[in-house]
């Protein structure tokens, strides 16, 4: 009689996991993010470009430079990523993101000055800081925990693809053709997303009950137990806004801390720093910042290939330890470069931590955010989660390595103190255990 039941689930499981409908929704979702990547290092290949300009009006000098550089928008996108994630949906605010970033697009390719150039990277930033608040949450929710932390890879594979990308085609296009690429994807992503369905939760936290079940019934397949899925996510949402008290609740404020200690530690790791002066290390050219993308789509490939099979935590322990010894290294090598004037870094320095940041750290964190916020402050605490990752980053660009190499050690004692194991649990189980304490609802 146990067989039974058991065998029931795993047919049903199966057929969820066979489903091509949720990874056409997380495919359409991931554009975003794709396109994200590309506005990331747009910047790369047209800067030296820019900088020779025949035009004075269009000519970059290096302060004009450095301003064309920074990703500008993605701290005000805090705001607009907490107020659209509560207020239109997951699925909304994504589709939203596209308007701004096809107009930065536009402005960047038919700029006639400067000016035109720096609104077109303020709306690409904003359209940036948008998604990167929006999609995790957006694919968390609509995945099968069986195959939730694949899927929530999804988004920094297409982020390092969206920079490989750029890397290839600047190498071929003129700066403004660039420009016209990257509405490609944008374009591509609001006319997918226009048929696939809102997060069931957040239906339900709207008490659209009706909308919600056919949402997932789209997500999982008529000839699965759907149903059962979605009273139990019915039983999990209750009251729709956090109020001011509840905050003192742990439920509410520890999932919150430790995803926005998990991502300033992730933005303090130092991998930053390499990524930003990746050419000034290597003394070389394009190509070799496409060999590091190259290095990290691979990594990130593990990190989703195994993320639901070995765990969150695991990973992370493996990248964080990773992070640490090649930090040290790079350390080492610039005190003994100067001591000794050794010749400039190797390139395999650089590559190390950019793939363990990949496998681990990098992915994970954003899908563990999107896993343990509570339904009722997952939008206000996404947003949170974005503007403290973007600050960090600024900030990490100014300390020396030995900040870098106490971080990344760090990130491995936090992630066994503090960091619960998500793999295999569905949402409303990880909440459990946030409300109650019992780790009975984690085995």
Sequence with gaps: RRREPQQHRSAHRLRVLHNKRLYLAVFAAVLGNFSFGFALVY??????????????????DRHKASWFGVRSGLVPAWGGAMLLNDRLGRKLSIMFSAVPSAVGYALLAGAQGIEMLLLGRVLTGYAGGVTSASIPVYISEISHPGVRG???????????????????????????????????????????????????????????????L?????????????????????????????????????????????????????????????L????????????????????????????AVSMDKA???ILLFVSGKSLCHDVQGQLFFSYFQQLWALKPQQPHLTLCSPAGYAM??????????SEILPLKARGVASGLCVVVSWLTEAFGLEVPFLFFAVICAGNVFFTGCCVPETKGRSLEQIEAFFRTGRRSFMR
């Design 43 to 60: 910047t790369s290949p047209v800067i030296p470009a820019l900088e020779a300009h025949p035009n004075p009006a269009l000519r970059l």
């Design 150 to 212: 694949m899927l929530g890879a999804c988004p920094q594979i297409m982020a390092v693809l969206g920079s490989l990308i750029l890397y290839a085609l600047g190498l071929l296009l003129d700066w403004r053709w660039l420009a016209v690429a990257g509405e490609v994807p944008v374009l591509a992503m609001i006319l997918l997303l226009c048929f696939m369905p809102n997060s069931p939760r957040f239906l339900l936290s709207r008490g659209k009950e009706d909308e919600a």
């Design 214 to 274: 056919q949402s997932l019934c789209w997500l999982r397949g008529k000839d699965t137990d759907y149903a059962r899925e979605y009273e139990q996510i019915k039983d999990s949402v209750r009251n729709r806004r956090v109020s001011c008290a509840e905050i003192k609740d742990p439920f509410i404020y520890k999932p919150i801390l430790i995803a926005v200690v998990m991502r300033f530690l992730q933005q303090l790791s130092g991998v930053t720093c390499v």
């Design 276 to 303: 930003v002066y990746l050419q000034p290390i290597f003394k070389k050219t394009a190509y070799d910042a496409a060999l590091v993308g190259l290095v990290r789509l691979f990594s990130v490939a593990i990190a």
């Design 311 to 313: 765990g969150r935590k």
């Design 360 to 369: 681990g750290w990098g992915p994970i964190t954003w899908l563990l955010m």
